[in-house]
């Protein structure tokens, strides 16, 4: 059975790093695309970030630069540092695999189709 | 990457159909058949509906159906149950492996 679990989330000051964890089981999350997406108290989805099965890794514009999304394989494990916080990242951030998708063209990529989700974790920026 | 419009709010009596769009721009909805709809209960994550435009998962109800026309997509409910009232939210391939939502729909079942 697919399962994603997340940890790491809590009260943090602005400015402040935490560092968020997906244990995964049931797949290999270094075969898969694995994406981080968060949703504000009260909002919308917002994608963060996505990391390839050949490792390059993408982030959206809001948090480029200050977060870094990871693996530890051995682990199967997926992280998200995140530094440099503000009042806006304040969110519960879930872990979330993509299908993937083929193109004869230009390969494999990610495609924002997420079929497996953790049950998110609650980060907190604030003073 | 910019937000996918949707609307706020849409309603329906049981056993009726609804559509909820969700408008993109010809860099994300109109470039790419990868879009995506999404369900979620009130404190519970979300759950994929719709993929690749018209895809359903295994599992998901044949009642849901998604197209795409434009820049413009489109997910259908038929014959609405008390279990579809939710949030619902598109999601696009926006180029360069990034991806935009929508901001949300609320379904009400009358």
């Known amino acids: 059975e697919v399962q994603l679990v997340e940890s790491g989330g809590g009260l943090v000051q602005p400015g402040g790093s935490l560092r968020l964890s997906c244990a995964a089981s049931?797949?290999?999350?270094?075969?898969?695309?694995m994406s981080w997406v968060r949703q504000a108290p009260g909002k919308g989805l917002e994608w963060v970030s996505v990391?390839?099965?050949?490792?390059?890794?993408y982030y959206a514009d809001s948090v480029k630069g200050r977060f870094t999304i990871s693996r530890h394989n051995s682990k199967n494990t997926l992280y998200l540092q995140m530094n440099s916080l503000r009042a806006e990242d304040t969110a519960v951030y879930y872990c979330?695999?993509?299908?993937?998708?083929?193109?004869?063209?230009?390969?494999?990529?990610?495609?924002?189709?997420?079929?497996?989700w953790g049950q998110g974790t609650l980060v907190t920026v604030s003073s | 990457q910019s937000a996918l419009t949707q609307p706020a709010s849409v309603s329906g009596s049981p056993g009726q159909s609804i559509t909820i769009s969700c408008t993109g721009t010809?860099?994300?909805?109109?470039?790419?058949?990868?879009v995506s709809w999404y369900q979620q209960h009130p404190g519970k994550a979300p759950k994929l509906m719709i993929y690749?435009?018209?895809k359903r998962p295994s599992g998901v109800s044949n009642r849901f159906s998604g197209s795409k026309s434009g820049n413009t997509a489109s997910l259908t409910i038929s014959g609405l149950q008390a279990e579809d009232e939710a949030d619902y939210y598109c999601?696009?391939?926006?180029?360069?492996?990034?991806f935009g939502f929508g901001g949300g729909t609320k379904l009400t079942v009358l």
């Open positions: 049931g797949f290999t999350v270094s075969s898969n695309y």
């Open positions: 979330a695999r993509d299908k993937g998708y083929y193109d004869i063209l230009t390969g494999y990529y990610a495609s924002g189709a997420f079929d497996y």
């Open positions: 990391i390839y099965s050949g490792g390059s890794t």
């Open positions: 690749e435009v018209s």
């Open positions: 999601c696009s391939y926006a180029g360069s492996s990034t």
């Open positions: 010809s860099s994300d909805v109109g470039s790419y058949n990868l």
